[in-house]
T-cell receptor, first 113, second 115 residues
Framework: GENVEQHPSTLSVQEGDSAVIKCTYSDSASNYFPWYKQELGKGPQLIIDIRSNVGEKKDQRIAVTLNKTAKHFSLHITETQPEDSAVYFCAASLSGGSYIPTFGRGTSLIVHP | GAVVSQHPSWVICKSGTSVKIECRSLDFQATTMFWYRQFPKQSLMLMATSNEGSKATYEQGVEKDKFLINHASLTLSTLTVTSAHPEDSSFYIC???????????FGPGTRLTVT
């Protein structure tokens, strides 16, 4: 089955800095890669996703890049703000198949004001 | 759009009793719903997948007689924890999808504490 590794487990940055979270996956058939933000005591919220037919997607301060050859994808947050502090999860799945995503272990992002 | 609700948001129950958690898709028809369990500072653990009108598919190691899942309509799925024990205390999260090719949207979670 699919295996998703996520690094780092904790990331501490100063407000205004950029933050990068990286994930690797094992199943080359995976073609859908969502990122979720989970605030304390809440459910995960989909913040951005990318499909295998593109290499990069951007939404304001958030971007995701995908390298299918190397089987890794990354979340980039620019101009971080304290409200970006949360746990971020990456996931990989096969759209159109079972579509059950495999989640990474999560990254706790702390943005210091 | 794509709003999923859960009720209750938190519940405390005594050991041996059963508790039901509801998951509703508010603005779309959810062909598939998923139930997850999350321990503190850990990732989401998929418990089961349910399709409307069908029996749920449970992940290996999840007791189907203990965690009863019913997906009675395209907008409602329920998880019943039967004969709850303190070790069942956890954060339970549902998600809903319009189909196998569509994104999952998560509910806000339910904190279950069994005393």
């Amino acid at each position: 089955g699919e295996n998703v590794e996520q690094h780092p487990s904790t990331l501490s940055v100063q407000e205004g800095d950029s933050a990068v979270i990286k994930c690797t996956y094992s199943d080359s058939a995976s073609n859908y890669f969502p990122w979720y933000k989970q605030e304390l005591g809440k459910g995960p919220q989909l913040i951005i996703d990318i499909r295998s037919n593109v290499g990069e997607k951007k939404d304001q301060r958030i971007a995701v890049t995908l390298n299918k050859t190397a089987k890794h994808f990354s979340l980039h947050i620019t101009e971080t703000q304290p409200e970006d502090s949360a746990v971020y999860f990456c996931a990989a799945s096969l759209s159109g198949g079972s579509y059950i995503p495999t989640f990474g272990r999560g990254t706790s992002l702390i943005v210091h004001p | 759009g794509a709003v999923v609700s859960q009720h209750p948001s938190w519940v405390i129950c005594k050991s041996g009793t059963s508790v039901k958690i509801e998951c509703r898709s508010l603005d779309f028809q959810a062909t598939t719903m998923f139930w997850y369990r999350q321990f503190p500072k850990q990732s989401l653990m998929l418990m089961a997948t349910s399709n409307e009108g069908s029996k749920a598919t449970y992940e290996q190691g999840v007791e189907k007689d203990k965690f009863l899942i019913n997906h009675a309509s395209l907008t409602l799925s329920t998880l019943t924890v039967t004969s709850a024990h303190p070790e069942d205390s956890s954060f339970y999260i549902c998600s809903a999808s319009a189909g196998v090719a569509y994104e999952q949207y998560f509910g806000p979670g339910t904190r279950l504490t069994v005393t």
